[in-house]
């Protein structure tokens, strides 16, 4: 987070507007981890932001927000499985960092009882398991309910799809469960059986899966249990929720009572009787770690005593008699063959560093990102050097330093290409207009013609979160390409038609046979048609990820809309192109990102070929949700009962968007006192004016 201001530096001002930030950018990811199991940062820099925010609400406490990541743990349930109100909530777990961490924690569970009750207090360690949550409720030992943590207050009712776990019993046997047990832990997939998995994905030719976390959740939340039952998810108990009775006093206790019940327990969980003994703990689970088979991302330690944690109770999140301690990023050191530069789809250009081959955590790396020239600059990495490269979690693995002490003689700084590597075209370093700085990235400017950037469009198009078809993934669609039988999207779904003309048939490739074919083919076909955001999200357009694209799916409502729309706003004079930034969530770079899509003729060309072959299907908005679900609302003005946030938080959880400034397009205008200009335009517009109160009474919460 270089650039960053420190916490002890910030004005209350900008720790405000960096709280916002925050709670955006924590919610984002939390989307990202928990509904779509698709993170995009790494744990490590995620706890920073959540430390940042931490730390930011400890110097203004007047200033948490209402909407604040603190108090919220994951995201809410995705909606496809019915609801499931956890009656015990599941909640999350502080953090340590290091022994102090720890420490610290130790000193806070002995400082909250009186002198000398607690002095021995005890607590357990155990393994921090890298897999999803789960809550298993058994009734007069019958399995009768199996939910997703969810938010931590509502999950997902996933029952048809735990039973098709092996180590979940189904029934437990033993006369000393009690009538009501709900069983806590982690469901997780081992190494072997995710890598087993992948190579099944890329003999089919699908996109294989990032990392055993994301794709133990996929499994667990697939529609089709039948599904779930190929992936061989296994389970470990750690805690419970709601219990008639408990079998034992202790935290050790119940896990043990656990054991006996039949369900798997962690062998390596241990007694501690302080600070000195959770370390040695740690250390030996952090040597054991790379053997176990499975991710494990830290240690937790549990105050052993259950009537100790009772009244220790909970902040916000997280129980006060819990910590997890987690491990640092794993490290090896290597030399550093060669910088190579990848092309990305939108032209980005990235420094890759080429590896001896050596293990870290457990797996070969061979490819590290450098991120980009001035990071190389930064660290002066240089082509014959020995590095120090890092992988934390499930992320592609970094360059973090160099041993400059082993630098061989003749080494050279490296030095950017001018050129793009994949098409000869320059290589330019933009000026973002928002920031007058250059980019971070280098950018092939040869748009069209780059043919590195054509494939990793392609392939883009295929992916999982864009068309998805089964048998084409990025290594077909690759091939296809340098063979000439696919360019651009719409020849996918011209492919059958070329099949019989052609004297090179797919069937009598090597790797592809009469049945191959025959499914990809029917898998084309089922992708005639498509949900629109899907649709705009597979286009490619730069920085149009799903998120967005929904957005505009929701806004616009049809692609034609939507087209019509964006070549009206190429004149940013233009209603249409005040409309598309009052959009909340689509700011300048993004929108004229998008304008700059739909104005490129050979954009165009693209997308008309396309559409003789798909049909995106209109977004239709569920209108039944709400009085306000797809509605646009400006607030203005002060409001009683609801600070700006509140308002703008409420409004969305009712389905509306909110806008900052009045146009046609706006359904309501919510005007508290001293409302000004926006309320004068409403009234000129003719736009709905509501006061507070019957804003509240519209959404129900009058
Ligand atoms: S105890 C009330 N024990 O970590 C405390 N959690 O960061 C409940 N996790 O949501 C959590 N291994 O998904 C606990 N041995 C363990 C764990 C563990 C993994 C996960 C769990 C939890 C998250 C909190």
């Known amino acids: 987070m270089s650039g960053?201001?420190?916490v002890e530096d910030l004005s209350e001002e900008q720790a405000v507007s960096e709280l916002e930030r925050l709670a955006r950018e924590i919610a984002h990811h939390d989307k990202l981890y928990y509904a779509s199991d698709a993170p995009e940062i790494t744990d490590a820099d995620y706890d920073v932001l959540r430390q940042r925010n931490d730390a930011i609400e400890a110097r203004f406490p007047d200033r948490v927000r209402p909407d604040s990541p603190s108090g919220r743990v994951g995201a809410a349930p995705s909606g496809q499985f019915a609801k499931v109100i956890h009656a015990v909530p599941m909640l999350s777990l502080g953090n340590a960092f290091s022994a102090e961490d720890v420490q610290d924690f130790v000193e806070r569970v002995r400082r909250f009882f009186k002198q000398g009750e607690a002095n021995e207090a005890c607590f357990i360690a155990e393994p921090k398991i890298d897999g999803l949550s789960i809550s298993l409720r058994y009734e007069k030992g019958a399995l009768v309910l199996g939910a997703t943590r969810g938010d931590g207050a509502t999950g997902e009712n996933v029952t048809a799809n735990i039973r098709t776990i092996k180590d979940i019993p189904q029934s437990l046997k033993d006369s000393s469960v009690p009538d009501v047990f709900e069983v806590r832990g982690e469901i997780f997939m081992t190494h072997a059986e995710f890598a087993k998995l992948n190579e099944?994905?890329?003999?089919?030719g699908k996109q294989t899966y990032v990392n055993p976390r994301n794709t133990a959740a996929g499994s667990l939340r697939q529609l089709d249990a039948s599904i779930t039952a190929t992936r061989k998810l296994q389970f470990f108990a750690y805690a419970w929720g709601e219990v008639s009775a408990l079998p034992a006093e202790t935290q050790m206790g119940v896990i043990e009572a656990m054991g006996v019940w039949g369900f798997p327990i962690n062998p390596l969980t241990r007694i501690c009787t302080g600070v000195e003994e959770m370390l040695a703990?740690?250390?030996e689970i952090e040597a054991a770690r790379a053997s176990l088979g499975y991710d494990i991302d830290g240690v937790v330690y549990k105050v052993d005593r259950l009537d100790l944690q009772e009244r220790l109770g909970f902040v916000s999140r997280a129980p006060r008699w819990a910590i997890a301690h987690k491990f640092p990023a794993e490290k090896a050191t290597t030399i550093l063959k060669d910088i190579e530069i990848q092309v990305g789809r939108t032209g980005s250009l990235t420094p890759v560093a080429k590896l001896e081959p050596v293990t870290v955590g457990g797996v070969v790396v061979q490819n590290a990102t450098l991120?980009?020239?001035?990071e190389i600059a930064r660290k002066d990495v240089r082509i014959g050097d020995t590095v120090i490269v890092?992988?934390?979690?499930d992320v592609i693995p970094q360059v973090v330093s160099v041993v400059l002490e082993k630098r061989p003689e003749n080494t050279k700084p490296f030095e950017a290409p001018s050129q793009c590597p994949a098409c000869g075209s320059h290589a330019v370093r933009e000026l973002n207009p928002k920031t007058g700085k250059e980019d971070a990235a280098r950018r092939c400017t040869g748009g069209l013609i780059c043919p590195a950037q054509a494939v990793e469009r392609l392939k883009h198009f295929v992916s999982r979160n864009a068309y998805d078809i089964e048998g084409l993934g990025a290594k077909q669609v690759e091939a296809f390409y340098l063979e000439g039988r696919v360019m651009r999207p719409a020849d996918i779904f011209t492919l059958e038609a070329r099949n019989v003309r052609t004297d090179k048939p797919l069937q009598e490739k090597e790797g592809w046979g009469e049945q191959s074919v025959t499914n990809l083919f029917a898998a084309i076909n089922v992708r005639r048609t498509i949900s629109l955001d899907r649709f705009i999200y597979a286009l490619g357009i730069r920085h149009v990820g799903e998120t967005t694209a929904r957005l505009l799916a929701k806004s616009y409502?049809?692609?034609?809309?939507?087209?019509?729309?964006?070549a009206a706003a190429g004149d940013h004079e233009s209603s249409d192109y005040v409309e598309l930034n009052n959009i909340d969530g689509i700011g300048l770079v993004v929108a004229d990102a998008i304008v700059e899509f739909f104005a490129e003729?050979?954009?165009?060309?693209?997308l008309d070929a396309l559409l003789e072959q798909v049909t995106p299907e209109p977004f239709v908005l569920d209108e039944a949700e709400s009085p306000v679900t797809g509605k646009t609302v400006v607030f203005t003005g002060t409001m009683e009962r609801l600070s700006r946030t509140e308002a703008k938080v409420m409004a969305e959880r009712y389905g509306a968007k909110v806008a900052g400034s009045v146009s046609a397009r706006t359904d309501y205008v919510v005007a508290g006192e001293?409302?000004?200009?926006?309320l004068k335009k409403a009234e000129a517009l003719g736009v709905n004016v509501l006061t507070e109160d019957e804003w509240l009474a519209l959404v129900g919460e009058g």
Request: a negative charge; glycine letters at 8%.
């Open 390 to 393: 890092q992988r934390a979690g």
């Open 200 to 204: 099944a994905q890329e003999a089919a």
């Open 557 to 566: 409502g049809t692609i034609e809309i939507l087209r019509t729309a964006m």
């Open 674 to 678: 001293a409302a000004g200009s926006k």
């Open 601 to 606: 003729a050979h954009n165009t060309e693209v």
């Open 4 to 6: 960053t201001i420190a």
């Open 371 to 374: 991120h980009n020239e001035d």
């Open 281 to 283: 703990a740690h250390s």
